[in-house]
């Protein structure tokens, strides 16, 4: 019998190099027969020139405590694993070296450093620079390794070579309390004699203009600094440390100013060659100024960072009416452009980004204030390639101008290119069906995660906005688990939340704050938003299994229930105060996205009500005996209390709405026997708007789940695949590649939406893959981290196929289905160390192990519950 363990992977990184976790957590998965099971593991680990094996007997493979002493500052060890079941002991597993980063303050000797000339504050076109230092090695070198984190952005090379392939680096972090670091190899980087270290650094996210309404610069410092050190390990044992310090110099940068929003500008003529290589002269460089970081702030990544994840070559080059050369990418993404040009010297080629097209021509007023647009001036070489380095768009579309040579025959040959960038997380989920159309919507959905996922769970990639608003991310959350491994960016994002939390427990709009008025300040409470701190957590957790999430996140979880608690009163009814309701509820008028039609006290309270429930599992998962008691119990009082406000004695809810009854059901908010009739009712509104959706943010996550678990299943399908305006596959019929922010983000006509808030990539309405995953397909985790998996398959809306695969933490699952000659037949696979229950409408369910499994059954009726 043949078992084999992969190789360990410690807490959430790829790899675990630099880690801020002294005691890593290890997870594995295991290639067996069918039906073999784990009963016992052995973890050898060698540190220091001593290994250690450490047996435990437990069927755990994820997250498992590690079994030795914490790591110290820089420390490494590498870790096998190798397994036990059934009178059967696996081989070691391949070797993960796991490396400890700086993990204390002490450890740091750098401080920031940057161009100490007079900068014009508030100018948008204030000129980044270059640092730099040269140092000598001499002797033998066995390690290297590189620190490094900036006030802004940066990109380090050494000896004239990038250093690393991420982007956006540091990202954003609430600045004053947590500013990442990275640490790299860059052992073959280093020569003997002289060598050199210089960095290119960015305004970002720090200095940067941020927010709406004309934004805000220099809210988190107005200084641009390189923080880095690096630390040379020679043979014999010592170390040499290149610190940021007041041997550093500064110039110029080439790039004339760069900025998230507004795009970059880079002049080659005004490059320093060789600037980051041995023998350059840098006498006419100034002195660095030093500012100041607290080095107890600089933490670890807990997630990847951003990295271009894709190249996409134009499809189309179009010529607008206006005479504009116009280039289609054929999908709406996230990035920047990158050209290999040649011309005159001083000529300037100038790109500027739009979503769509309107009347022929790229349509940029969904930008608002932001500029969006590119220029390179041209040194007059043959041939120069150039990305920009600090910014990011929104795009699909990029009208070039000024480029002197034939503009067809350069898309042609791959000269200009759109790169994609996101936070490099693993993709794990995958869904098709017989129906094209819902393909396309579940590949939008994809496009949009990857466009919103940069760094931050943004709401937008292309406006003057781009920021982790709350609620966006709360009811996403669960289908983003599902598409990709977004446990450590997200992880990341929550302890930020809990940091920008008030003190009585209020929950930003969106995380990080952007610290400055009209920018949603003063912070006040909303449901669905701030249930963020419970929710988002929660499902986690599911997701991934890692229950030190909800310990972490307890503290922010219990003080907005009970925050809320305080403002609900006795009565237990949230119906004061400012809310946005059902935010972008179809019927609502294009400049007042929170008018919707659902009473927005309504929604406050079956929000109130669904987050103290899940906050006493919470509770009880993490042993918190006293708070479960008391945390169900006001569950079952605002429960009560929903009831009793918004229920009439007909059955029917005051506000008779799709997302009030939705909420209703989905949340158990109805007195026993009441979910059926509301289940009818919502069918019935369902059929009488035609099948088109009439729910905004809150309740579209929610509504065909609440038909589907009342016998409706042929009311949610044809609410799924409607395509008339407003709908989910609307867009699609008009040509979307990404999920719209508004149901009608584009007219029938094909004018764009004139309300001012219209983006053509937004992720919240694209939470119907959760359910088109867990229902049409049929697979879903019934315990934390798919330990156990439900598969349960519910066809309709004339469906003759779906299949969906997760990459779950143990391993591979995957169920695909195909009706044929009143025929089902469904194959599912279970990893090693999972198992699962498969529940086929009209049959008994099934207990399943480990392996592929098939079955054929009757076709059920499309009705079927």
Not at 323 to 329: E, M, Q
Request: glycine share 10%.
């Amino acid at each position: 019998m043949s078992v084999t363990p992969n190789a360990p992977t410690a807490e959430q990184h790829r790899v675990p190099l630099g880690i801020g976790e002294a005691r890593p957590r290890l997870s594995w998965r295991t290639t067996a027969p069918s039906g073999w099971q784990q009963e016992a593991y052995e973890l050898e680990i060698a540190r220091g020139g001593q290994v250690t094996v450490v047996r435990v007997d437990s069927a755990d493979q994820i997250l498992v405590p590690w079994p030795n002493e914490p790591l110290r500052s820089r420390e490494s060890g590498i870790i096998r694993v190798r397994v036990h079941g059934r009178d059967v002991t696996s081989p070691w597993s391949e070797p993960t070296t796991v490396e400890a980063g700086l993990l204390e303050p002490d450890d740091w000797t750098a401080v920031p450093v940057g161009a100490g000339w007079p900068e014009e504050a508030e100018s948008d076109e204030r000129r980044p620079s270059l640092v730099r230092r040269s140092f000598q090695i001499d002797g033998e070198v066995v390690a290297a390794r590189l620190y490094s984190s900036a006030h802004g952005l940066y990109e380090v090379e050494i000896n004239g070579r990038r250093v690393g392939d991420d982007a956006m680096s540091p990202g954003w972090t609430v600045y004053p309390r947590r500013l990442r670091y990275y640490t790299y190899d860059v052992t073959d980087h280093i020569g003997q004699g002289e060598n050199v270290i210089g960095s290119w650094l960015g305004d970002g996210w720090y200095r940067g203009r941020l927010g709406w309404r004309g934004g805000f610069r220099n809210l988190f410092g107005g200084d641009l600094s390189l923080i880095a050190q690096l630390e040379v390990r020679y043979a014999d044992g010592s170390t040499q440390v290149i610190a940021t310090d007041e041997t550093w110099r500064a110039a110029a940068s080439p790039i004339l100013h760069s900025g998230n929003y507004d795009g970059e500008a880079y002049d080659a003529r005004e490059e320093l060659t060789g600037w980051s290589e041995p023998g350059f002269d840098d006498r006419s460089w100034s002195p660095v100024a030093i500012r100041y970081r607290d080095p107890a702030t600089l933490v670890a990544p807990m997630g990847p960072p951003v990295r271009c994840t894709e190249e996409v070559r134009p499809v189309a080059v179009l010529r607008t009416p206006a005479g504009a050369r116009v280039l289609d990418f054929g999908q709406n993404l996230v990035g920047r452009p990158r050209i290999r040009v040649g011309g005159t010297r001083g000529d300037r080629v100038t790109m500027s980004t739009a979503e769509v097209l309107q009347d022929g021509e790229i349509y940029r007023r969904p930008l608002r204030d932001a500029k969006s647009t590119d220029s390179y001036i041209l040194a007059g070489r043959e041939v120069e390639e150039w990305e920009p380095r600090f910014t990011f768009h929104g795009f699909r579309y990029l009208q070039v101008d000024g480029w002197a040579g034939n503009l067809d025959q350069a898309v042609a040959s791959g000269d200009i290119v759109a790169r994609v960038y996101h936070t490099d997380m693993i993709r794990t989920g995958s869904f098709e069906c017989s129906e094209p159309l819902l393909n396309r919507l579940h590949e939008n959905v994809v496009w949009s995660m990857r466009g919103n996922f940069l760094d931050v769970p943004t709401d937008c990639p292309q406006r003057d906005e781009r920021v982790g608003w709350t609620g966006d991310i709360q009811v996403f959350a669960p289908t983003a688990a599902f598409l990709y491994d977004c446990s450590g960016m997200l992880a990341s994002w929550l302890v930020d939340l809990a940091i920008e939390q008030l003190p009585d427990g209020t929950v930003p709009w969106y995380v990080p704050v952007i610290p400055a008025r009209h920018m949603w300040t003063p912070i006040r409470p909303g449901a669905g938003w701030g249930d963020a701190a419970v929710l988002t957590p929660w499902a986690l957790y599911q997701r991934f299994g890692d229950i030190q999430i909800l310990n972490r996140q307890y503290p922010s979880a219990k003080a907005w229930v009970d925050l809320v608690d305080k403002l609900a009163g006795d009565d237990h009814l949230w119906d004061e105060g400012f809310q946005l309701g059902d935010w972008l509820d179809p019927s609502a008028p294009p400049d007042a996205p929170a008018a919707a039609t659902t009473d927005r006290y309504l929604v406050a309270t079956a929000y109130f009500a669904q987050s103290a429930r899940i906050l006493a599992r919470i509770a009880e998962t993490i042993g918190e005996t006293d708070d479960a008691v008391q945390y169900h119990r006001l569950a079952d009082q605002v429960r009560a209390a929903f009831a009793g406000r918004y229920l009439t004695g007909s059955g029917r809810l005051k506000s008779d709405t799709q997302t009030a009854y939705a909420l209703a059901i989905v949340f158990d908010l109805l007195p026993e026997g009441q979910a059926t009739l509301a289940g009818q009712r919502l069918a019935e509104l369902v059929a009488a708007g035609g099948n088109r959706i009439g729910t905004g943010f809150l309740g579209t996550p929610v509504v065909t789940d609440a038909l589907s678990q009342t016998g409706q299943l042929t009311a949610a399908y044809n609410l799924l695949l409607e395509r008339d305006c407003p709908s989910w596959l609307y867009p699609v019929s008009q040509g979307a590649t990404t999920i719209w922010e508004r149901w009608d983000s584009m007219l029938p006509d094909g004018t764009v939406n004139p309300g001012q808030m219209t983006s053509f990539n937004h992720y919240a309405f694209g939470a119907i893959a959760d359910w088109l995953h867990r229902v049409v397909a049929g697979i879903a985790p019934a315990a934390p981290g798919y330990r156990e998996i439900l598969f349960r398959p519910r066809p309709g809306g004339d469906l003759t196929h779906a299949a969906a695969a997760h990459e779950t933490p143990y391993g591979r699952a995957a169920i695909s289905w195909e009706l044929a000659d009143r025929t089902l037949r469904v194959e599912v696979v279970v990893p090693t160390g999972a198992r699962a229950t498969l529940d086929l409408a009209g049959e008994e369910p099934q207990r399943l192990g480990p392996g592929t499994h098939r079955f054929t059954v009757a076709s059920p009726s499309a009705t079927s519950r």
